[in-house]
Nanobody, 128 residues
Framework: QVQLVESGGGLVQAGDSLRLSCEVSGRTFSSYTMGWFRQAPGKERAFVAAISWRGSATYYEHSVKGRFTISRDNGENTVYLQMNSLTPEDTAVYYC?????????????????????WGQGTQVTVSS
């Protein structure tokens, strides 16, 4: 059974940085595209970033491009999200997820339905 455990969230001030981690077990991590999503209060879960199984391709939601960086360490079964220049609009619960299909990333990388395993989430709160 696949398990994803996120960590690294917290309360920070605007302009600060955080790095989220997500460790995956129960699936061949290096075979799957990974994604980060976030859900703010009263809103639907939304795409933040994705990275292909080898890390050769990355994808970002437009509001985080240039501020956030997704990366992975296949030897450690871990995907990261480095978040810089945080703003109060980045406040949300952040989730990592495993793409359904191995060795593939389709045009649906930004859709929650494209992923079949999720972590429990980690809270990020940015104060102004």
């Amino acid at each position: 059974q696949v398990q994803l455990v996120e960590s690294g969230g917290g309360l920070v001030q605007a302009g600060d940085s955080l790095r989220l981690s997500c460790e995956v077990s129960g699936r061949t991590f290096s075979s799957y595209t990974m994604g980060w999503f976030r859900q703010a209060p009263g809103k639907e879960r939304a795409f933040v970033a994705a990275i292909s199984w080898r890390g050769s391709a990355t994808y970002y939601e437009h509001s985080v491009k240039g501020r956030f960086t997704i990366s992975r360490d296949n030897g450690e079964n871990t995907v990261y999200l480095q978040m810089n220049s945080l703003t109060p609009e980045d406040t949300a619960v952040y989730y990592c997820a495993v793409y359904r299909r191995a060795y593939y990333v389709g045009n649906n990388y930004g859709e929650t339905a494209a992923y079949d395993a999720w972590g429990q989430g980690t809270q990020v709160t940015v104060s102004s």
